[in-house]
């Protein structure tokens, strides 16, 4: 019997909806300014952080890495490591700091994380993860302890690989696991290559959650636009946007309504866009530099006339001791004007 099978369950599907839609872990970009930013458009879709290893989180700045605004619920933290003991830690440090669920990092194909034995190259150790997934369990207080993985390392191309990999760690107690549904080639592609050159493969994840009905399923990878997601929710559980959901933050905004029967949260761009700069004018008061926040939400005119001109004034580094209230006027301004529409803003 392969490992895992005591895993399959042919009990009824459960869902659940906490996973169906989120936007994914990206290093640099999901910071808690852009979480903020995203909690604009959308209230009910999951969020998650940066990838933050473990290493960072015992020897270094915790507060910096794990303060939370109260607005950025539902929230993972995704931690990167492969120690259980030091992932049992940091398991219980998410817990104090008021994190939704903590999340496993078996996707990062990067260098660096491989010479950290961690990321990607933990898919070839299930019982490893399931180690790791057990003692982050012990010490999670009921806290969702989840996986995110590829679908394959190298040129491991048969879906055994995976099935298999799911199956001894959900027997060590996970129960949601995040499907980036390419391989992560370990040798001779970066970090960006690895997101776009090994092929989607969706039926895997389709035939995990098929596999293991009982398990939260939630795929990932190259996912955009509502269509798309409203059909890959037919066969998992939850959909997964990363590159989308940053470079299009408007899309986000139809979410609640359309896939949680909740709703909406923003009413247009300008009311998403006031508010914001009321975030930024809050974080110029304290002193804090807004430009490095306002690069998340440089995509929200995107698709609309003028749309250039705004994200340049905002861009502008002329701009960036200015208060960011006087900014957005310039910015609406040169917008409207690009667009034609004169004597307004
Ligand atoms: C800039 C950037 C940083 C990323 N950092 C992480 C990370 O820290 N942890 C992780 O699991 N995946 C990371 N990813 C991968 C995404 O979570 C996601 O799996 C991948 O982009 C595929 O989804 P997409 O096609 O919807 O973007 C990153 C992706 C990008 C673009």
Redesign the pocket.
């Known amino acids: 019997m392969a490992i895992g099978q005591n895993a399959r369950m042919d009990a009824a599907v459960t869902v659940d909806s906490r996973w169906r839609l989120s936007v ?6 999901t910071d808690r300014h852009c979480r903020a930013f995203h909690r604009l458009l959308t209230v009910r879709t999951r969020l ?1 952080t ?2 933050v290893t473990t290493g960072a989180l015992l020897h270094g700045d915790v507060a910096r890495h794990l303060a939370l605004d109260s607005v950025e619920h539902p929230v993972a933290l ?1 931690l ?1 490591g492969s120690e259980a003991a030091d992932l049992a830690a940091c398991t219980g440090l998410a817990r104090q700091w008021g994190y939704d669920e903590v999340n496993l ?1 078996c ?2 194909p990067s260098e660096r994380v491989q010479r950290g034995a961690f990321g990607a190259c933990l898919m070839a150790e299930p019982m490893l993860v399931a180690d790791c997934v057990k003692a982050m369990n012990d010490s999670a207080g009921g806290l969702p302890v989840t996986v ?1 993985h590829r679908i394959g390392i190298d040129t491991q191309e048969n879906y055994e690989f995976v099935r298999d990999f799911v199956g001894a760690v959900a027997e060590a107690g996970c129960s949601a696991f995040i499907v ?1 549904a390419r391989n992560a080639w370990l040798k001779g592609l970066s ?2 290559e690895n ?1 776009d050159v090994p092929p989607l493969r969706y039926e895997f994840a389709y035939c995990l959650k098929r596999d293991f009905p009982a398990l939260t399923i939630v795929l ?4 955009a636009g509502d269509a798309a997601i409203a059909d890959h929710l037919l066969q998992v559980d939850g959909v ?7 470079h299009e933050p408007w899309s986000m905004a139809r979410w609640d309504s359309a896939f949680f029967d909740a709703p909406g949260m923003a009413a247009s761009r300008e009311q998403v866009e006031a508010r914001w700069v009321a975030y930024l004018e809050a974080l110029h008061a304290r002193g804090t530099p807004w430009p490095h926040a306002m690069r998340h939400a440089l995509g929200l005119w995107n698709g609309t006339p003028g749309a250039r001109r705004w994200r340049q004034v905002w861009s502008d580094h002329r701009m960036r001791s200015e208060p960011p209230e006087q900014v957005a006027r310039r910015a609406t301004a040169a917008r409207l004007s690009a667009a034609g529409i004169a004597g307004r803003g």
Not at 24 to 29: E, G, Q, T, V, Y
Not at 241 to 246: D, E, K, N, P, V
Request: glycine letters at 16%; charged letters at 20%.
């Open positions: 994914a872990p990206m290093l640099d970009w998650y940066e990838m995704q990167g990092n996707g990062c995110k980036h970090p960006k997101r990932n990878g190259g996912i997964m946007l990363g590159r989308h959901a940053y």
